[in-house]
């Protein structure tokens, strides 16, 4: 089901059987380092991509990096304001006891249009909702560079999207 502007392109048109919103903790994200490095990440800095360790993300835990840095667009806002949005609107969409995640992920994304946001912002919290950090089997399929952006920021819960096989 699509709304408008909003499409899901992530792990629906991949692959299958049902993937579902949830509220994670960041610093219990798959390492990133554990994927390889892209053809298409050449053109980004190597403190992009890098590896952020146990300990770092416990210190960022305790010690977050708000605003943003100049290096590629993953670093260019504060993630704390776009996941803490997100996550507070999911919760909320999700007590309203709607099960079908496109319903859902558009009824979120639609509370979030109403809010003031910046625009850098606006699109993080949009790419949540819209191309959602993928997660199957504890590996990433989709938004490893968001999520260690966020792990070097110190963000302590944001919103992925988990592919569920029916067993």
Known sequence: MTHGRFQRKAC??????TNVFRVVSVASLPRTSLLPRRAEDEH???ACVRTISP???RYRQAVP???GRDCCWYHGGDWHVASSLAVRLLREAARGGEAD?????????TAGRTVD???WERKAFE???NDPICLEDGEYINGRHRASAMMA???????VQVVLWEE
């Open 153 to 159: 920021a110190g963000v302590r819960a944001t919103v």
């Open 117 to 119: 946001l910046p625009g």
């Open 12 to 17: 629906a048109s991949m692959i299958g059987p």
């Open 101 to 109: 995640q496109d319903e859902l992920g558009y009824q979120v994304v």
């Open 65 to 67: 990096l708000r605003g």
């Open 55 to 57: 300990w770092r993300r």
């Open 127 to 129: 790419s949540l909702l």
């Open 44 to 46: 980004l800095p190597d």
